[in-house]
């Protein structure tokens, strides 16, 4: 007995999702300030889905994240904008 695949059925229900998130995923990155010093970034992920869609797999978040980070990199600002 086989289960048939109900992900890949169409969504008759015609509902649209605003937003489908993944909130407070910490992310190690390394500030380029000439120090080399590491933090951590907050930040949240999200994505629309069309009344055609199912929903998001939310563990492509952090891979398009990954890819996104490799080709970043994040300059401290000026201690002086920090402090006023």
Known sequence: MSLPDVQALP???GVAL????????HYPVLICDGQGREAVAQMTTSVD?????????????VEV???????????????RDLHG
């Open 49 to 61: 889905a069309a009344s055609n869609v199912k929903g998001a797999q939310q563990g492509r978040f």
């Open 18 to 25: 605003d937003a489908i998130d993944v909130e407070g995923l």
């Open 65 to 79: 994240l990954h890819a996104a980070f490799a080709h970043v990199s994040w300059v401290a600002p000026d201690e």
């Open 11 to 13: 969504d008759a229900r």
